[in-house]
């Protein structure tokens, strides 16, 4: 069971240390970005999507691992069951207890002193191509943070071509989201 304790442990508390962390590994240009959404009109159902998501089942994981990993180590495998069952528990209250706060977080606006509008007007450079009829995504930075966002293209023209990896672009735009842009020597000609 040690091993069990140890593995959650482990790939929690990475997760749970990217997390922390992020901003850093921003800074590294070292890119990890796991989106999962959806929504359930179940009534009651609802509230279990929200306790089983992504986020809630790492830091359980992680609550878990630290707890049985701990007490394993007190009580030297002398009582396994009990263990087993108090790092159940507090993996369970953890994840719980981390995904309620996240949920009041966000919405409560914290954490987001400005709207997505702010970026307009910012310049970025593209990280994943953009094409005259897909979105890519470009990485803007204010202040001393850097947001990756969908982005499209602002007028594709029939001779536009997509814009690649590294190119510089400037946020015209925003909406649900989802930036426009346009490359900067094409904005640069306009003014």
Not at 8 to 34: E, K, P, R, W, Y
Not at 106 to 122: D, F, M, Q, Y
Not at 137 to 160: E, F, I, K, Q
Request: net charge negative; hydrophobic share 45%; charged share 15%.
């Amino acid at each position: 069971m040690l091993t069990a304790y140890l593995f959650c442990l482990l790939v929690g508390g990475g997760f749970l240390a990217l997390s922390v962390f992020g901003d850093f590994l921003d800074g590294m240009n070292i890119d990890v970005d796991v989106d999962v959404d959806g929504e359930i009109d179940a009534g009651g159902g609802a509230d279990v999507a929200r306790l089983l998501s992504l986020r809630t089942i790492v830091y359980a994981m992680f609550g878990f691992g630290a707890t049985g990993a701990l007490l394993h180590a007190i009580w030297g495998g002398a009582s396994a069951g009990l263990t087993a069952v108090v790092a159940g528990v507090t993996g369970l209250a953890s994840g719980a207890l981390i995904s309620t706060v996240f949920r009041y977080l966000k919405r409560s606006g914290a954490g987001t002193p400005l709207g997505e509008r702010s970026l307009v007007g910012l310049t970025g450079e593209v990280s994943m191509e953009i094409a005259p009829d897909s979105a890519g995504t470009v990485n803007v930075l204010r202040g001393h943070r850097r947001y990756s966002v969908r982005a499209r293209l602002d007028s594709a023209g029939p001779d536009d071509g997509p814009l690649g990896p590294g190119q510089s672009v400037v946020v015209v735009g925003m909406a649900d989201g989802i930036a426009t842009v346009v490359p900067v020597d094409m904005k640069l000609l306009e003014e």
